[in-house]
């Protein structure tokens, strides 16, 4: 890459570009301009109903609806297309996915690899051979609670179509159940500040087999993983899968495989080692293991 490159940034499920405001600062103290994307019904495009507020209305919660229903991942991939085909016409483009976000990049690449000069993976949902809800079903993740989020939920999600969190719960269960999750590395203070920048609603449309990585087109983009070592909701080990799976899939373009130390959130939080990771990619990779 001649001209330095445009890190885009995509984000988990109930999170949104806010998530990323102290990694882009420490980018831009390194040189590297950023655009961190706010998918549909994300960021300021949230319902943050009135019974989420203090005192909360938990029954209203359950029932009221909220704008990101019927938004899918197609609907993801228009947005992050479009904001590639601006970040480019400055020069390069390094994509950027983190936890779900994962699901989204990958189908980006699939419809338009052309627009992007490097994809990169921070722990983040790679679907080769299974959709996310395979993997969930797999050795890799046995460990992972997949209800113990459960008595943080509200409402239906057959009903309200889509899925609706209380992070504002003053349930210790469900907040030691978010806290082993994402943030057993963070202090109480910067768990509960994160906690905050969650939004409740997320959407149904996590893909399906035909959004896996797709050797033709997927497969054609230089790509990194940046595997992140204590992460208890997508475990090194389903990390490390989606690596192997990949690299079978296009042995002639593997992984360029990193790791950072911390939980799912600490990267974020603590972004320092992670901006200078990214900044190392913005020029040619020289090795495959860091």
Request: proline residues 7%; aromatic residues 8%.
């Amino acid at each position: 890459m001649h001209k330095p490159p445009t890190f885009v940034l995509v984000h988990g499920a109930f999170a949104n570009s806010f998530s990323f405001a102290p990694l882009q600062s420490e980018l831009a103290l390194l040189g590297h301009r950023s655009a961190a994307v706010d998918l549909p019904g994300h960021g300021f495009e949230a319902t943050f109903p009135a019974a989420y507020q203090s005192p909360q209305d938990l029954a209203g919660l359950a029932a009221e609806p909220g704008g990101i229903k019927g938004v899918t991942l197609a609907d993801n991939v228009t947005r992050v297309i479009e904001v590639l085909e601006r970040a480019r016409r400055n020069g390069p483009t390094v994509l950027v996915g983190h936890s779900r976000g994962g699901v989204t990049i990958t189908a980006v690449a699939n419809a338009r690899p052309d627009l992007i000069d490097r994809i990169v993976y921070v722990s983040a949902w790679c679907p080769v051979e299974l959709d996310v809800a395979g993997y969930y079903a797999e050795p890799e993740m046995a460990d992972v609670d997949a209800g113990a989020f459960a008595t943080a939920l509200l409402g239906n999600p057959g009903e309200l179509g889509l899925l609706r969190v209380n992070f504002r719960t003053v349930d210790a269960k469900a907040l030691t159940a978010f806290r082993e999750a994402f943030a057993a590395d963070l202090t109480d203070d910067e768990f509960r500040t994160f906690l905050n920048t969650f939004q409740p609603d997320e959407s149904l449309d996590a893909g399906t087999t035909a959004d896996r990585a797709q050797a033709a087109t997927w497969g054609t983009v230089p790509r990194s993983y940046v595997r992140l070592a204590a992460d208890a909701s997508l475990p090194p080990a389903v990390q490390d899968r989606m690596i192997r799976e990949a690299d079978a899939l296009t042995p002639d373009n593997p992984f360029d495989v990193h790791t950072l130390d911390g939980s799912h959130l600490h990267w974020l939080v603590h972004p320092g080692p992670a901006a200078e990771l990214l900044a190392g990619l913005a020029g040619p990779a020289t090795s495959t293991e860091s």
